[in-house]
């Protein structure tokens, strides 16, 4: 059964205490924060894999984005303007990274270079001293085929459950970021981060902690 906290009891070094706790089975502790595009999942894992390493073994971070298929390959299969989607992901390669990383000493992760919007290969390592490595992505938890054989390979689940109206504000801010106007910045989100939150969030699949928020901390966005 999945244990519900608010966001704002549970801060990244509650939650690094939490994962530095599970037992040791030898193996590395391989943990996911999931949740929908603009939920913070990427901040909190940032955030707790720092705290881990004060204190803690030595943890790695291995975000998701790193296996997003090339634009030629979602041109090609017309999901270009879909990118981001569950099946827009190299999700074998994911799942078989996520194998070695519990049990080879040294795991080369390809990591997402957003200002060029390509994955580059080898670009990050999971180091032998490594005992922890916590993934982020949306679709870790995603009850949906292929996603869901991945939750027998998280030694913890979490997922950062956000009311959509604050994932919609975020999302469109986002875009307005990155320099549209306010009806593009607008259409960018419904195109495509929206249908993706909430997919995510329709679909929860089987999780260990649920982080209840009503609005992040800025912090955390």
Known sequence: MS??????????TNLAQRIAALPDTGARRVIAIAGPPGSGKSTLAEAVVAELGKNGPAAALMPMDGFHLDDRLLAARGLLTRKGAPETFDFGGLFATLQRARHEASVFLPVFDRAREIA????????????IVVVEGN????????WRALAPLWDMAVFLDVPMAVLKRRLIARWLAYGFDPAMAEAKAHGNDIVNAERVKKSVGQVDLILAQKDMPTELV
């Open 3 to 12: 244990e519900f906290v608010p966001s704002l009891v549970l801060t990244a």
């Open 139 to 146: 679709y870790l938890c995603l009850d949906e085929d292929p």
């Open 120 to 131: 580059i290969a080898g670009a990050s390592e999971i180091r032998p001293e490594t005992r």
